[in-house]
């Protein structure tokens, strides 16, 4: 059975591991394809809430196996705290699978994240500081230690003390930081090594299995399309493709074995780090959406800058990535707004433009064009069925299907499982 992916529309923080987790309930797969710990996807449950960070947002259905995908930056002491987390909390782990594939973050590479962000003073990129740009790099520069490394002693020795000739150099002349010694660092690997050994495999020979045998797989993506190295806010972006694209390549699935691309899109825009975003709000109307929609990153809690739904971003992602339909979270969020407003163009020094512009310069000095729609000033949280929205809200996401250029076929009006309202019939919601 092909694939479905299930991709941030924004930059990041749109409720992608709530959407994953409803699809699981009747998926037999599910593979995380990119990033690394810096992601924070959230589910809430009836027994309790679980913040994933490494592991796919289906381990909390039994029946599915769940993936870490050669795309994923691996950090093996947070992987295995979070393992250790959810056994702690009765989670059954016999599912899980990870790529020998898959890079990994090795101890020195969060320690270059914070000193280049340092280094950088006021113009920081905002990342999370937990190694996975220094990581990618090295796994673009051919530098790279893989998981599948891990398990053999010998090749692992070598590596690291290969790797460190470079690394020590680059702290001490660079950063004027003291020299890391290899013998903790090998001994610290060499121990989770062994803790990982029986979960890892060759991923895409056990993806692409079950999806010649028919099975239900979806792919899950960290962070947002608007964060995509080649396709963001360049530079302010994360260093892998958080696209359909990159859901293809990093979890070992290919264009054509493809069903729908769910594009995972807030109500309203949220981002966190540095960065044009040309709807930000820096008024009461702003905290009064960072508030209502606890808006405080899962990994770091650092508070979200939040603004109105930017449509020219939206519609440039959905088109990119082949967005088959959308999934529109947090509208209970808006319930309390008289008016809501939605970005359609950006008005530059070179007149109006309803595209991304390439220069990060060019879209921070743009200016936002709004539409204005009525709020609809009534709680929508206990809302179950599509019929029973308010008019205005209906209205609302009525106009940015339009803009968007893709259907919404779901809505989200609260944190748990049982407020996902389908908005019309789509095969393999499972949401009952």
């Not at 082949?322 to 939605?342: M, N, Q, S």
């Not at 609809?376 to 206990?382: F, K, S, V």
């Not at 996902?420 to 009952?432: A, I, K, Q, T, Y």
């Amino acid at each position: 059975m092909p694939a479905t992916i299930v991709m941030g529309g924004q930059w990041g923080d749109e409720g992608k591991g709530k959407l994953t987790d409803a699809l699981a309930a009747r998926a037999g797969m599910v593979v995380r394809a990119n990033g690394g710990a810096n992601a924070g996807h959230t589910v809430e449950t009836e027994r309790g809430v679980f913040k994933l960070h490494l592991i796919p947002s289906g381990i909390l259905h039994p029946g599915c196996t769940c993936v870490v995908g050669a795309g994923v930056a691996l950090d093996p002491a947070k992987l295995l705290a979070e393992m250790d987390g959810l056994e702690g909390r009765g989670v059954d782990l016999s599912n899980l699978r990870i790529a020998d594939r898959a890079h990994v973050v090795m101890p020195w590479h969060p320690l270059l994240d914070r000193l280049e962000e340092e280094r950088r003073e006021d113009d920081e990129i905002g990342t999370t500081r937990t190694g996975n740009g220094p990581a990618y790099a090295d796994k673009v520069a051919r530098k790279g230690i893989r998981v599948a490394d891990l398990l053999d002693t010998e090749s692992l020795r070598h590596r690291i003390f290969a790797a460190l000739d470079e690394k020590n150099a680059l702290l001490a002349g660079v950063y004027g930081a003291a020299p890391l010694d290899a013998g903790p660092i090998l001994d610290g690997l060499a121990a989770a090594a062994e803790r990982l050994r029986p979960y890892v495999v060759a991923a895409e020979v056990v993806v692409q299995d079950a999806l010649a045998a028919g099975r239900e797989v979806v792919v899950e993506c960290a962070q947002g399309a608007m964060l995509d190295v080649d396709y963001g806010s360049y530079p302010y972006v994360t260093s892998s493709s958080p696209t359909a694209a990159g859901a293809c390549q990093g979890a070992g699935v290919a264009p054509t074995q493809v069903r729908r691309v769910i594009g995972v899109f807030k109500a309203y825009a949220t981002r966190v780090g540095s960065g044009p975003m040309p709807t930000e709000l820096f008024d009461e109307a702003g905290a009064a959406i960072r508030e209502r929609g606890r808006e405080y990153g899962t990994t770091t809690g650092r508070p979200r800058r939040t603004g109105w739904f930017d449509a020219v971003a939206a519609r440039s992602v959905a088109r990119l990535n082949g967005v088959t339909e959308v999934a529109l979270t947090l509208l209970d969020v808006l319930d309390a707004f008289p008016e809501i407003r939605i970005g359609v163009a950006y008005e530059t020094a070179a007149g109006p433009v309803s595209h991304l512009p390439a220069r990060e310069d060019h879209v921070s000095a743009a200016t936002p064009v709004f539409d204005t729609l009525p709020g609809w000033l009534e709680e929508t949280t206990a809302i179950r069925a599509s019929h029973d929205l308010p008019p205005n809200a209906r209205a609302y996401v009525a106009a940015l299907e339009e803009k968007i250029g893709a259907p919404v076929s779901l809505v989200g009006v609260g944190p748990g499982r049982e407020q996902l309202v389908p908005l019309r019939e789509s095969e393999g919601w499972g949401l009952g």
